[in-house]
Nanobody, 126 residues
Framework: QVQLVESGGGLVQAGGSLRLSCTAS????????MGWFRQAPGKARELVAA????????KYIDSVKGRGTISKDNTNYTWYLQIDTLKPEDTAVYYC???????????????????WGQGIQVTVSS
C-alpha cells in the first residue's frame, strides 16, 4: 500500500524559507514522478512544482519560479519542496503526489497523479 506523508509545514514569517518533506512508502521510488500542489482557502488546488521520474526534469508555477526548489532523495524515499522569500500568498495547504511512470517529463496535471498525501498547512505571516 502506497503512503505519502508530508512534514515541515507551519507558521513562517514573510521573507523566510520553508522546506517541506514528503516521505513515501510502498512504492518503487525511482520510477515515480512526484509533484507538490497547494490549495488556498476559496481557491482551486494548483501545481507548485513537479519533478520527472527519469532525468529529474522540473516544472514550477510562475509565482514560485526562482524561489522554489523541488528535489528528491532516492536513498530515503523522500522528496522535498523548498520555497525561499516566502510571501503571504504562499499560504495554503500543501499536498505531495506521486505516479508510477517511466517518463522523462514532469507530470503537471492533478489527474495524472495516482497517490496523494494528506496535506500540510503552511501559513506565511506578513
Amino acid at each position: 500500500q502506497v503512503q505519502l506523508v508530508e512534514s515541515g509545514g507551519g507558521l513562517v514569517q514573510a521573507g523566510g524559507s520553508l522546506r517541506l518533506s514528503c516521505t513515501a512508502s510502498g512504492l518503487a521510488f525511482t520510477t515515480y514522478a512526484m509533484g507538490w500542489f497547494r490549495q488556498a482557502p476559496g481557491k482551486a488546488r494548483e501545481l507548485v512544482a513537479a519533478i520527472s521520474a527519469v532525468g529529474g526534469r522540473t516544472k514550477y508555477i510562475d509565482s514560485v519560479k526562482g524561489r522554489g526548489t523541488i528535489s528528491k532523495d532516492n536513498t530515503n524515499y523522500t522528496w522535498y519542496l523548498q520555497i525561499d522569500t516566502l510571501k503571504p500568498e504562499d499560504t495554503a495547504v500543501y499536498y505531495c503526489a506521486a505516479v508510477n511512470t517511466r517518463s522523462s517529463l514532469p507530470v503537471v496535471m492533478q489527474i495524472g497523479y495516482a497517490f496523494w498525501g494528506q496535506g500540510i498547512q503552511v501559513t506565511v505571516s506578513s
